[in-house]
């Protein structure tokens, strides 16, 4: 069974940082791809940033291009959202999840990504 786990959410001030992490279990994940979405109070689940479980490539949202960083460590199962220069829109719940590779589709579209964590808080104050 197939678990994606995030950790890390919280309250920071604007300009601040956080890492997100998600552990992921329950079957061999390469080729997937990795990717973190968020949802705001009262808004569509949007993307954030995605990567290949090789780390070969990487995909941002304008929105979070030069703040946010995207990792994956193969060998602890686990992918990283380094988040810094934290501002309040960047508030909402942050979801992990994964894509097989048989999967098509954008890899900014939800759709396609087969397992999704529960989320994690992430607030950020004025």
């Known amino acids: 069974q197939v678990q994606l786990v995030e950790s890390g959410g919280g309250l920071v001030q604007a300009g601040g940082s956080l890492r997100l992490s998600c552990a992921a279990s329950?079957?061999?994940?390469?080729?997937?791809?990795m990717g973190w979405f968020r949802q705001a109070p009262g808004k569509e689940r949007e993307f954030v940033t995605a990567i290949s479980w090789s780390g070969n490539s990487t995909y941002y949202a304008d929105s979070v291009k030069g703040r946010f960083a995207i990792a994956a460590d193969n060998a602890k199962n686990t992918v990283y959202l380094q988040m810094n220069r934290l501002k309040p829109e960047d508030t909402a719940v942050y979801y992990c999840?994964?894509?097989?590779?048989?999967?098509?589709?954008?890899?900014?579209?939800?759709?396609?990504?087969?397992?999704w964590g529960q989320g994690t808080q992430v607030t950020v104050s004025s």
């Open positions: 329950g079957r061999t994940f390469s080729g997937y791809l």
């Open positions: 999840a994964a894509r097989s590779p048989t999967m098509r589709g954008r890899y900014n579209s939800l759709a396609p990504y087969d397992y």
